[in-house]
């Protein structure tokens, strides 16, 4: 019932803002400058930061300049409180589909890497085929090397307009490792053409039993709660099939992967929380979050002041009575609604990770369309804060992992032991090694730094996303 008066609350208020007077410009395009106002007027409602916001902006740029323009950005001297991650789309149609996992592409995921004597060139590694997609059809799979696409070698000047721009076919020409561990070139190719494709977050789950331990591993790409446009909570379903397998299974230690998790809704945040959280009930608070002071006393005047903290939620699937600990697999990939799950476990439960340092996002967003269509831009700005029950927020930094560990150039296959992030958290709960630690294997490629990852492409950076007001 919260959730719904609150959407009816956003929506009207939306409407209220959107029909007072605008601010009169006398120069640049007039489309542009019609849409710079609706953007300033829904900041000034909703911005985290709407007390920085500048009182006399040039409304005559471009959209996208204009929006950069008026946020108030992080600098780590003067603004280490600032804005890492507000965006703008020119679609808002298109950004609220690709928040729900729906996107047009081949379904390939991927980190793209220089080559260990230096240069311009380039190699792609593949971390994962969203399943059902051309991709995964084609035969790609996670530790796949590709060299070329199109026939032209993949280079830091040319790969975003060879993989990123075009909607034709695209044949990527497959890599192998020489005798030297070097890439090269193999004869094999394989074609995807992109197409519009939903992602199912709930990707891979297994059990290793040993002893009298008993460990559920599952792979969880993103806080998706169902399929773009769907009202059904489809994938929430599957966390509690998972967790019911686990459950059956006497599951006694947890190992998530959030390794490629870049964020998603809070509602499916408090959902996986839930079926971790040891001792935890609708009683116990998963997360407080705190919004500008425009917008603040209005939600308390209507809601009272619980409506500032979600609670956990009650789930017979739960595991956490039976947990001894539990293990998140991350990297500087891991962000947001990640970051929630693992802040707002703290306080109830053992926590340990390993990987790489995490993003660092403790902020909320929310979907910003115009609702009679007339302006089709969609903002996603920043407009809440978060921290967890103990009222503790403070991972801006990032959460340092216990023991760090890179997943390495060589990706075996999910529910590997010899991959380094499962097989250190299997060494930490069985005692010994189930398998030689991947990343130093002698087999590993020659290999310079990575250049990009399209796991970073993903919500701009990762976001914990709230009710939108024109859902």
């Known amino acids: 019932m919260k959730r719904n008066s609150l959407l009816l609350w956003l929506v009207i208020s939306a409407f209220l803002f959107s029909c007072r007077e605008k601010n009169i410009v006398p120069e640049g395009n007039p489309a542009d400058t019609e849409v710079n106002n609706w953007i300033y007027d829904n900041m000034k409602t909703w911005y ?24 108030y950005k992080y600098d780590a001297t003067l603004r280490p409180d600032g804005d890492r991650f507000s965006w ?90 020489d005798a030297d561990k070097k890439v090269v070139s193999s004869t094999a190719t394989r074609t995807v053409t992109p197409t519009v494709i939903q992602a199912d977050p709930v990707y891979f789950d297994t059990t290793f039993v040993k002893g009298d331990k008993r460990v559920g591993y599952l792979v969880y790409h993103q806080f998706i709660p169902g399929p773009n446009g769907s009202s059904s909570n489809t994938y929430d379903q599957e966390l509690e099939k998972v967790f019911a397998d686990f459950k059956s299974k006497n599951v006694n230690e947890l190992v998530i992967d959030f390794r490629y998790n870049r964020g998603g809704y809070v509602s499916s945040a408090t959902q996986i929380a839930s079926l971790i959280g040891k001792g935890t009930s609708d009683k116990d608070v998963f997360y407080y979050k705190e919004y500008n002071k425009t917008v603040t006393p209005d939600l308390e005047k209507q809601y009272g002041k619980d409506y500032f903290h979600d609670n956990f939620l009650n789930k017979t699937q739960n595991l956490g009575g039976n947990l001894n600990r539990v293990f998140f697999l991350t990297s500087t990939s891991t962000a947001s609604a990640s970051e929630l799950v693992i802040n707002g476990l703290q306080p109830f439960m053992n926590l340990y990770l390993i990987g790489g340092k995490t993003t660092g996002k403790n902020v909320g967003s929310i979907t910003l369309s115009d609702k009679s269509k007339r302006i089709k831009w969609g903002i996603q700005p920043i407009v809440s804060r978060s921290s967890n029950s103990l009222h503790s927020s403070d991972y801006t930094a990032g959460f340092t992992p216990d023991v760090a560990k890179t997943e390495g150039t060589l990706l075996y296959p999910y529910g590997d032991p010899r ?30 730094p990575q250049v990009h990852s399209s796991i970073d492409r993903h919500a701009a950076g990762g976001n914990m996303f709230f009710n939108s007001p024109n859902e």
């Open 419 to 448: 991959d380094p992030l499962l097989g250190e958290a299997l060494f930490q709960i069985f005692g010994t090694r189930v398998a030689r630690r991947g990343v130093e294997d002698s087999d590993q490629p020659q290999a310079g």
């Open 88 to 177: 703008l789309e020119a679609s808002a149609d298109e950004l609220k589909a690709s928040l729900s996992g729906e996107t047009t592409s081949p379904g390939l995921e991927f980190r793209l890497i220089r080559y260990a004597s230096g240069g311009d060139d380039l190699f792609g590694i593949v971390t994962y085929a969203i399943k059902g997609s051309p991709a995964e059809k084609a035969g790609f799979k996670r530790g796949d090397f590709f060299t070329h696409v199109n026939g032209q070698k993949l280079t830091v000047d040319n790969y975003y307009a060879l993989l990123y721009t075009d909607s034709e076919a695209k044949v990527f020409t497959m890599g192998e490792l």
């Open 48 to 71: 985290f930061w709407n007390d920085k916001l500048p009182t006399s902006p040039d409304f005559t740029p471009d959209p996208q300049s204009f929006f950069q323009s008026i946020l």
